[in-house]
Structures are given as structure tokens and as C-alpha cells.
Nanobody, 121 residues
Framework: QVQLVESGGGLVQPGGSLRLSCAAS????????MGWYRQAPGKRRELVAV???????NYADSVKGRSTISRDNAKNTVYLQMNSLKPEDTAVYYC???????????????WGQGTQVTVSS
């Protein structure tokens, strides 16, 4: 089976920075698109950033210019560097990936368990 595990969340003051990590593990043939979503209390889950296997990226307007998504394909890991954090960035951040496992020939969508990011003084 395939699993996504996030790490790097925590408490940070406004204006601070965090780097989130998400590693895919298990019976993996290939990892394609990887991205980050977030969900704040009382709000819908929203896309934060996404990275394709060839390096193309896209960002939500709310984080554009403050965040950078990157990946280490050799480690099947995606990162989200977040700078100039604001209280409204507070949310549970979820890793998302489309992965082809060794058991089947099609790509399937996977989600991590989430990591809490709290921006507060």
C-alpha cells in the first residue's frame, strides 16, 4: 500500500516561516502530481500549491509570492516553504499526490493525515 506522511507543522509567529514535508512510501511505481491543500476551522479545504512531475507549479492567490513548493523525486518527497506567515494561514495542511502503485497500472489519488500550522503571537 501507499502512504503519505506530512511533517513540519507547528506554532509560528506572524511573519515567521515554516517548511512542510510530505514523503510518499510503500509499493510505488511512480509519483506524478504532488500538492498541498489546507483546511481552516469552518472552511472548505482549498488548494495551496501543486507541482507536476516535470516541475511545473501553481499557487493559490493567497500564498503566491510567500510560498514555494518543491520536490525531491529521488525521495518521493514534496516540500512547502512558507514565509511571511499570517494568522489566516492557520489550518491543517494536507499532502495530496497522484501515484501509480506497483500493483496496478493506473494513477490513484492519495491524501496524508494532515499537519497543523498555527500562526499566532
Amino acid at each position: 500500500q501507499v502512504q503519505l506522511v506530512e511533517s513540519g507543522g507547528g506554532l509560528v509567529q506572524p511573519g515567521g516561516s515554516l517548511r512542510l514535508s510530505c514523503a510518499a512510501s510503500g509499493s510505488i511505481f511512480s509519483v506524478n502530481t504532488m500538492g498541498w491543500y489546507r483546511q481552516a476551522p469552518g472552511k472548505r479545504r482549498e488548494l495551496v500549491a501543486v507541482s507536476t512531475s516535470d516541475g511545473s507549479t501553481n499557487y493559490a492567490d493567497s500564498v503566491k509570492g510567500r510560498s514555494t513548493i518543491s520536490r525531491d523525486n529521488a525521495k518521493n518527497t514534496v516540500y512547502l516553504q512558507m514565509n511571511s506567515l499570517k494568522p489566516e494561514d492557520t489550518a491543517v495542511y494536507y499532502c495530496n499526490a497522484w501515484i501509480r502503485g506497483t500493483a496496478i497500472s493506473i494513477r490513484q489519488e492519495y491524501w496524508g493525515q494532515g499537519t497543523q500550522v498555527t500562526v499566532s503571537s
